[in-house]
């Protein structure tokens, strides 16, 4: 026992509240991520709470001096203000509670009023991700009048809901860190309109919040902002080239790891046309080509080069990409797609074993129309490793979980999306400050980018295939008497061959967004709900405005007609009793 000084400690963590300004500290070094549950500023009758990666429960005391002079810089801590906050100094004195180390676990669990947002069993608020890094914090509401431009890369990544699913169907509570709400949309399908021709069809619809909603305003909406691309037409397709980069190593030995990729790599061999190409790269301690790239008319030889994917060794994941870039280069074939496609648990072990030293390499190669996608494996999965690489090599992740998901993807997916209709493509929402006093895009936290880049187009976007949707959902605030225009969206796209620059826009009245959310469209309602699921699951502080047990409902309301949703409300049901 005694008292431990946290002020220039060497960990991150934030702190909330009216008691303590809404401060941010940037204390680096996460480990597990845990809510610190505070005592109120002195002379103060609001809540405080501070996140940090300690690996403990501790009580803090906090004593909270406004700043007269110098710059953030020069601050203890890096602290950051929050918007239309003042400023603070905090001095931070945390007093270890007694067993700490060895209650962690059974706080965790502890008791919360019915099935709301995992919660802190001393005021039933949104408790603390249980384990990884802290989640991206979710950011405030912006004001219209003061930034009326939000701007994003379109992201088509779907892996943070697949193995979110899988840790909550296996009894596990996932990671705050691996928690992102726009792949938990963009896993749904939406029913938007395709376009003609190449590029985007824009849309967008919106409605209130549901009545179980906690506390909603009169003037609280949603808005669904919608991108679609055109759909391959049958035997339409340029032909392809995919290199495969197979993580070999000890950790893929695991049921549902190298036996699924395996399983899924002979599933598409059979399904590719006979004037698609294929090479196939296995790494472990070091990287080995099994197959040069070969037309997959010679399918038998493909085949054998895939039995003989054997576990073995460590995971230099940085020689197996490298050698994959080096294959698909070699192999390179002009006016056909070009494709590296890494197949891990993205846990490396040897040689680099960071995304940020391997992100030159995906970029050059992106640059020169190989692009990159990623398939994660295993209940022990690399998520931001894999989304990173991928983000930055033009491509896109996704989480198989088991042979009904590697059938999904090896089957459907992939053979189906190997063209791309659009590179770096961004999306932009300009809000009109007369109709809308504030607003927020729900995730895209990583995806978000300044007014300026939108026609930067040596800034990167996102990569979309043929077929895909794209939503970002929004939540605002009207202002009273709202009417008329509310926002104009645009999208601005590369063109795949020539890198040619494409717009579209739309414009968005208020009126499209005043229905109850019961009359809205179905698809509308899921994005909300799984929107606000990954919300309590990273336990943000828009968690507190739902329930799990109004989410289950809605749910199962909506999952009549439509598989993936009656899924989506079994993984909420697992989660109701994972949270209680």
């Known amino acids: ?17 009216a008691g303590c300004g809404h401060v941010d500290g940037d204390l680096r070094g996460a480990r597990d991520a845990v809510l610190i549950r ?25 004593r909270s001096e406004p700043i007269t002079g110098g710059s953030a810089s020069d601050w203890p801590n890096t602290f950051r203000e929050a918007p239309m906050v003042s400023q603070y100094r905090v001095a931070a004195v945390a007093v270890i509670a007694a067993l700490c180390l060895t209650a962690c676990s059974a706080s965790e669990d502890g008791p919360s009023s019915g099935a709301k947002a995992p919660a802190n069993a001393e005021n039933g608020k949104p408790g603390p991700p249980v384990t990884g890094e802290l989640a991206d914090e979710a950011p405030g509401e912006q004001s219209a009048s003061n930034q009326p431009v939000s701007t994003f890369a379109v992201d088509v990544d779907t892996a943070s809901y697949g193995y979110a699913k899988r840790q909550l169907l296996s009894g596990q509570r996932p990671s705050a860190s691996t928690i992102r709400p726009e792949e938990f949309v963009n896993s749904f399908r939406q029913g938007y309109r395709q376009p003609t021709g190449d590029g985007f069809a824009v849309s967008a619809d919106g409605a209130r919040l549901p009545r179980t909603h906690l506390n909603p305003s009169d003037s609280a909406r949603l808005l669904r902002v919608g991108l679609q691309t055109r759909a391959e037409p049958e035997g339409q397709r340029l032909d392809a080239s995919l290199t495969f980069v197979v993580d070999v190593s000890g950790s893929m030995a695991e049921p549902g790891k190298l036996d699924l990729v395996k399983s899924g790599l002979h599933t598409l061999v059979d399904q590719l046309r006979t004037t698609d190409s294929v090479a196939l790269i296995a790494y472990s301690d070091e990287a080995d080509v099994l197959r040069q790239m070969t037309p997959v008319r010679d399918r038998s030889a493909l085949h054998s080069a895939i039995d003989r994917l054997r576990v073995s060794g460590s995971t230099n994941l940085e020689a197996g990409l490298r050698l994959g870039y080096e294959t698909a280069r070699k192999s390179f074939r002009s006016g056909s797609t070009n494709r590296v496609i890494l197949l891990s648990d993205g846990l490396p072990n040897v040689g680099s074993t960071n995304a940020t030293s391997l992100v030159r390499e995906v970029q050059e190669a992106a640059a020169k129309q190989i692009t990159m996608m990623g398939v994660g494996v295993g209940s022990d999965y690399g998520d931001k490793f894999m989304e990173e690489l991928a983000d930055k090599g033009d491509g896109y992740v996704v989480y198989v979980s088991d042979t009904a998901a590697a ?32 607003y927020r895009l729900i995730g895209y936290e990583n995806r978000t980018l300044s007014a300026s880049a ?12 043929p077929g895909h949707a794209v939503t970002a959902l929004y939540a605002l605030h009207l202002r ?37 959310f019961t009359s809205a469209a179905p698809q509308l309602q899921v994005c909300y709900t799984a929107a606000y699921f990954a919300e309590v699951l990273r336990a943000s502080r828009y968690a507190e405005e739902v329930r799990l047990d109004d989410l289950l409902r809605l749910a199962k309301g909506l999952s009549e007609e439509d598989k993936q949703v009656a899924e989506l409300a079994d993984v909420i049901q697992a989660a109701v009793k994972l949270y209680r």
Request: net charge negative; proline share 5%; charged share 25%.
């Open 480 to 516: 009273s008497g709202a009417e008329g225009h509310l926002a104009d969206v645009r999208v601005r796209w590369q063109d795949p061959q020539t890198r040619e620059p494409s717009e579209q826009n739309l414009s968005v009245t208020v009126a499209s967004l005043d229905r109850e």
């Open 454 to 465: 939108f026609r930067n187009d040596r800034v990167d976007g996102g990569e979309v295939g």
């Open 38 to 62: 505070s005592v109120p500023v002195e002379g103060s009758q609001h809540p405080c709470e501070m996140i940090t990666d300690a690996h403990a429960w501790v009580s803090v005391r906090l």
């Open 1 to 17: 026992m005694g008292d431990v000084r946290m002020a220039g400690v060497d960990h991150r963590f934030r702190l909330r509240g």
């Open 407 to 438: 059938n999904k993807v090896f089957v459907e997916q992939l053979p189906a999306t190997l063209a791309v209709r659009a590179l770096d493509a961004k999306a932009q929402v300009e809000f009109d400050p007369a109709a809308v006093a504030s």
